[in-house]
């Protein structure tokens, strides 16, 4: 019989299948040596917000990550913003910034534009700046020369406030580089024969400041014009700095041998120590002591070197044009003591201010900050006086007069919007130790013991007045704000970079 069949209204009975669990894998990070992936991409070269933190969270990202390289060409980036940060830091310090503020400037505008793991040096005039790729350890350098320095205190305070913007809020490299290109281009402040005539006021007030009479202060201001004209000739045809101080050396006993045929009762030797004093303003003393004291040895050593270049320059030109002056009969012993009275401590305050005024006008000291400079200059002179009057000898007095005004130049400098160091350096003018340097060489050429000690009292009061206006400049950032947090190789503050201290995170606080 063939097999019954099942009836038409029964299901077929479904089988239970049993399947074990598929266990997980735990992930496993790449090699350490395992490069991260590379897309291809079309070069983007606008470093506008968006590559900017593209760029940044390329760079803290750690190299195990899976994260693909973003829409930008890293190593033209790179080269870009290295490009841009130089240029910046070469302008500010062939201006007269010391090396640290260029060097803290460039870390802070390459941490900005997203680039960790930045190296900056400045070696007296080669700045060089390298970026290493933390995930191929591939290093980019770029290095460049700083051949020639001038005071502009116009162009320092204009492209440290550039500076201040692209750290709070980086642009584009190529719009930022053009309003770099025009600071560097623009006109200056005021024109030549008005800088002329602020060198020649400088001569002038100085004159003053030693008791010099109204015909002794009309020659130093001649001569300051007349010396100021042929060393700025000279500069435009590329003469050596030692040459341009032996010819306007040489212009101060020319000019001081035609006084006495004005006034016999004159002093010929004030305009030779009025003319000295002109010249030795713009030398580079508080900035040696700066890069010294900021831990730059070989730039601040540099700077001094050429300071005493300088001045051996001086005594060169001086000692010359007096040498042939004293074949017709006329001795200029340089003397310049003054006894200190009650009206010549106002012809003193009125002096260090006109120095101070010619001195700003000279390096183009920005027109919102005149007036601060100006007060400061006869604040310091009259510490300074105040000192010597209550006995606490040259240096200390120095001293105290740099921290006087070293911290009324930090309030100052928030109140004009202007750099710490334009302010300070102006201010301190009238107290450089310009003659007391002058008299050690020149005793010293003559084969007089004296001049060492006059070398070493000038060394001594340029370090007091640099030291002490640096401390004060550093007690008032760590009062005002919290420390740098890059303020780990360096230790002195900044001077030249009006960027807020502060431990956030916001670009505009890396500094």
């Known amino acids: 019989m063939p097999p019954s069949s099942p009836p038409a209204d029964t299901k077929p009975v479904p089988v239970a299948v049993t399947t074990a669990p598929i266990p997980k894998q735990p992930y496993r990070a790449p090699h350490p040596t395992t490069p991260r992936p590379v897309t291809t991409s079309i070069p983007i070269l606008r470093a506008d917000a968006t590559g900017i933190a593209a760029v940044r969270a390329y760079e803290d990202a750690p190299s195990t990550s899976t994260t693909a390289i973003p829409t930008i060409d890293i190593a033209a980036y790179t080269r870009s913003v290295l490009d841009l940060t130089m240029r910046l830091a070469e302008v500010i310090f062939s201006s007269g910034a010391g090396a640290e503020d260029a060097t803290a400037a460039m870390l802070a505008l390459t941490r900005a534009y997203g680039l960790r793991g930045t190296e900056a040096n400045i070696t007296h005039t080669i700045i060089t700046l390298t970026h290493e790729d933390q995930s191929t350890h591939e290093s980019i350098s770029r290095s460049r020369d700083v051949k020639y320095r001038n005071l502009n205190y116009a162009k320092l305070t204009a492209t440290s406030e550039l500076i201040a913007e692209l750290i709070e809020e980086p642009t584009d490299v190529a719009e930022a580089r053009k309003r770099l290109a025009t600071i560097v281009s ?14 020649s006021l400088v001569g002038a007030g100085a004159a003053a400041l030693f008791g010099g009479s109204p015909i002794v202060i009309l020659a130093a201001f001649v001569a300051g014009f007349v010396i100021d004209f042929l060393t700025t000739a000279l500069e435009k045809r590329r003469v050596p700095l030692f040459y341009q101080t032996v010819v306007g050396g040489a212009i101060g006993p020319i000019f001081a041998a035609v006084v006495p045929l004005v006034d016999p009762g004159a002093s010929p030797s004030l305009v030779v120590v009025a003319t000295i004093i002109m010249l030795l303003a713009g030398v580079t003393t508080f900035g040696a002591v700066h890069d010294t004291l900021s831990g730059f040895y070989l730039t601040g050593t540099a700077r001094l070197i050429e300071a005493l270049l300088i001045t051996g320059g001086l005594v060169a030109g001086v000692a010359g044009s007096s040498l042939v002056l004293a074949r017709f009969g006329l001795d200029l012993g340089i003397s310049a003591d003054v006894p200190v009275t009650l009206g010549v401590v106002a012809i003193q305050l009125v002096a260090a201010v006109v120095i101070v005024a010619g001195f700003a006008l000279g390096t183009q000291v920005p027109w919102r900050a005149f007036w601060v400079v100006c007060l400061l200059g006869a604040v310091a002179e009259a510490i300074y006086l105040g000192a010597s009057n209550a006995g606490f000898g040259l240096v200390w007095s120095s001293g105290a007069a740099a921290m006087g005004a070293g911290l009324l130049a930090a309030v100052g400098a928030r109140i004009v919007r202007t750099p710490p160091l334009v302010i300070i350096v102006c201010a301190l003018v009238p107290l450089v130790p310009g ?16 001049g060492l000690l006059n070398l070493l009292t000038a060394g001594a009061v340029a370090v007091a007045l640099a ?13 005002w704000g919290p420390g740098r947090s890059l ?9 030249a970079l009006p960027v807020r201290l502060s431990r956030s995170n916001k670009p505009g606080a890396r500094i």
């Open 186 to 199: 623009s006109k200056p402040q005021v024109t030549l024969l008005y800088r002329r005539v602020g060198w």
């Open 435 to 450: 003659l007391a340097l002058f008299r050690g060489l020149l005793e010293m050429a003559d084969g007089d013991i004296n």
């Open 467 to 479: 030291a002490s206006a640096i401390l004060a400049q550093l007690i008032v950032q760590y009062v």
């Open 487 to 495: 303020q780990r190789r360096f230790v002195g503050p900044l001077m």
